[in-house]
């Protein structure tokens, strides 16, 4: 059974340190993971009231064969850098953009790639990416879709209503604004629509054009090499033995892997 991050903050991470990041004496056994948990599928709350997901599953996985208690702690994604910089958490796993934040953290190997798209309603009447000039488009604060909007798709972003992007905390809101016509489309990562549209009898749709492409990864605190390679070589058995294509095909129904296990 998954444990829920009821661990208090400061109770201690697994690789909090003195003097120096990343290396030092261990304080606990204990792998904090910071993640959404309005982030399906890759991190959220299940029928039964506990933190599941595609990320989860892997941390959970990955912690136990480290021989690590996992402590999964909800964060606020826009507040993830103070998080990990506070040490109340050991890292950020939980679809984690690596494009545009390479030297901001140390990162495992990218595990998965990952698209940017845009949902709209299918009555809406957009069908490309141009169809967006005079729309309102939401993005999630601090997310690789307000990443993009604001670097490689800027110019697409001046063509918005008013010549920008409307924000929000989490994507079920984001959906429920395109729902009563508030917004008229949403930029999020191709899993996490994917996941949005199921059972919404195609009120919903993807535009074929998408707005990047990515690799998402787990990200440590600068520096932190030692928590990083052995989260990374888990992963990689994780990979040799079949078990990250097992949890895979459980979410996505294939194996969504990019990570060699060598």
């Known amino acids: 059974m998954l444990l829920m991050g009821l661990v208090g903050c400061g109770s201690g991470s697994g690789t909090k340190t003195e003097g120096t990041q ?18 399906p599928p890759f991190g959220y709350v299940g029928d039964n009231g506990e933190f599941t997901g ?26 993830k850098d103070l998080e990990l910089e506070s040490g109340k958490i050991d ?12 030297d901001s953290y140390t990162w495992t190997e990218a595990y998965m790639d990952n698209s940017q798209v845009v949902v709209v309603r ?44 409307q924000t929000t905390a989490e994507y079920n809101t984001a959906m429920l604004e395109l729902e009563t016509g508030a917004v008229h489309a949403v930029a999020m990562d191709i899993f996490v629509a994917q996941f949005q549209l199921e059972g919404r009898s195609g009120d919903f749709m993807i535009l074929d054009e998408h707005l990047s492409t990515e690799q998402y990864g787990v990200g440590f605190l600068k520096g932190n090499t030692e928590l990083r ?23 996505f129904g294939t194996d969504v892997g990019t990570l060699s296990a060598n």
């Open 122 to 165: 299918t009555d809406s009447g957009i069908k490309s990416l141009a169809d967006l000039k005079d729309k309102n488009v939401m993005v999630q604060a601090d997310s690789s879709a307000q990443s993009v909007l604001d670097g490689d798709q800027a110019d697409l972003t001046k063509t918005f209503a008013g010549g920008k992007y």
């Open 54 to 79: 595609f990320d989860i599953e892997l941390a959970t996985e990955c912690a136990n064969r480290m021989g690590r208690e996992i402590v999964l702690q909800p964060i606020d994604w826009d507040a």
């Open 91 to 102: 890292c950020i796993w939980n679809g984690f953009t690596i494009n545009g934040r390479e």
């Open 22 to 39: 990343g290396a030092g004496t261990q304080e606990a056994a204990k792998l904090t993971v910071g993640f959404d948990q309005n982030f």
């Open 229 to 251: 390679d052995e989260v990374q070589t888990t992963l990689k058995g994780m990979v040799a033995d079949g078990t990250f294509a097992t949890i895979s095909d459980k979410y």
